[in-house]
T-cell receptor, first 112, second 114 residues
Framework: DAKTTQPPSMDCAEGRAANLPCNHSTISGNEYVYWYRQIHSQGPQYIIHGLKNNETNEMASLIITEDRKSSTLILPHATLRDTAVYYCIVRAGSSNTGKLIFGQGTTLQVKP | DAGVIQSPRHEVTEMGQEVTLRCKPISGHDYLFWYRQTMMRGLELLIYFNNNVPIDDSGMPEDRFSAKMPNASFSTLKIQPSEPRDSAVYFC????????????FGEGSWLTVV
């Protein structure tokens, strides 16, 4: 599975957009980019995933570069409840059956 | 719908005792995962099942750990004998291949071995 690189920590002001970067320069053609977050003491929570195209759902947007070597998770209007560790994961396997291997993630601190 | 249900939520046990963690996946899901999280090692995948069959157990730390899935709605992770270094949060997760295979996690079982 491709390895991902994320900054260890980031701050964001409440109400502003939080942009979390992720590098995955060794990603293969059939590998998806997944984002999860983990709020303290809870299980990881699925946010969004994508293969090539940008994706958006009710929680966030995922922007994947054309060469697919990096991506950005965007939380459009961060709130204090978005403070969490955010994991960028590259997942392999046909029909997305590969393992989710977590790295160290980015600790996002949303400040009032 | 109920999410992934794990029990017990918290357990404190003495070194050498057997520990059994239980998991009920989301109904209809055909994949089940066991993860362990510690401060030192982060989130580690221990083992996962597809249709009740173990597919990859390469993350199971040693013979003291075993996992079973006797049916589609129940799985156990057993540690025998337990050691202080097994203290961690153990997460169970499940997914359904035909709906994108997104993996959903339970709230975890917090294990302390003293």
């Amino acid at each position: 599975d491709a390895k991902t690189t994320q900054p260890p920590s980031m701050d964001c002001a409440e109400g502003r957009a939080a942009n979390l970067p992720c590098n995955h320069s060794t990603i293969s053609g059939n590998e998806y980019v997944y984002w999860y977050r983990q709020i303290h003491s809870q299980g990881p929570q699925y946010i969004i995933h994508g293969l090539k195209n940008n994706e958006t759902n009710e929680m966030a947007s995922l922007i994947i570069t054309e060469d697919r070597k990096s991506s950005t998770l965007i939380l459009p209007h961060a709130t204090l409840r978005d403070t969490a560790v955010y994991y960028c994961i590259v997942r392999a396997g046909s029909s997305n059956t590969g393992k989710l291997i977590f790295g160290q993630g980015t600790t996002l601190q949303v400040k009032p | 719908d109920a999410g992934v249900i794990q029990s017990p939520r918290h357990e404190v046990t003495e070194m050498g005792q057997e520990v059994t963690l239980r998991c009920k996946p989301i109904s209809g899901h055909d994949y089940l995962f066991w993860y362990r999280q510690t401060m030192m090692r982060g989130l580690e995948l221990l083992i996962y099942f597809n249709n009740n069959v173990p597919i990859d157990d390469s993350g199971m730390p040693e013979d003291r750990f075993s996992a079973k899935m006797p049916n589609a709605s129940f799985s156990t992770l057993k540690i025998q004998p337990s050691e202080p270094r097994d203290s961690a949060v153990y997460f169970c997760a499940s997914s359904f291949r035909r709906s994108g295979n997104t993996i959903y996690f339970g709230e975890g079982s917090w294990l302390t071995v003293v």
